[in-house]
Nanobody, 120 residues
Framework: QVQLVESGGGLVQAGGSLRLSCAAS????????MAWYRQAPGKQRDLVAG???????VYVDSVKGRSAISRDNARNTMYLQMNSLKPEGTAVYYC??????????????WGQGTQVTVSS
């Protein structure tokens, strides 16, 4: 079994910064692509940024230039540094990871989410 645990969310004023973390633990052989998604109230869950196991990042246009995704493969942990936050960034942020487990192949796991609230 594999667990993803997010942390680092909270309340911040517009223009402020937050750093989210997502740690994977359990029966892990390798963690492939990891990604951050967010879901605002009444809206669908959307991709924010992703990163391959080799460290290649991808961002959606709305956060490009204001966010930085990174990972520590030794700790199976991913980070999202978010700067110049805007009120429209208020959402529950979820982490996702493609994990190769023992005898299971590759499975997509999700964390429980962490709330980010940006006040104007």
């Amino acid at each position: 079994q594999v667990q993803l645990v997010e942390s680092g969310g909270g309340l911040v004023q517009a223009g402020g910064s937050l750093r989210l973390s997502c740690a994977a633990s359990g029966s892990i052989v390798k963690v492939d692509t990891m990604a951050w998604y967010r879901q605002a109230p009444g809206k669908q869950r959307d991709l924010v940024a992703g990163i391959t196991s080799e460290g290649r990042p991808v961002y959606v246009d709305s956060v490009k230039g204001r966010s930085a995704i990174s990972r520590d493969n030794a700790r199976n942990t991913m980070y999202l540094q978010m700067n110049s936050l805007k009120p429209e960034g208020t959402a529950v942020y979820y982490c996702s990871a493609d994990v190769v487990g023992y005898g299971l192949g590759t499975v997509d796991y999700w964390g429980q989410g962490t709330q980010v609230t940006v006040s104007s």
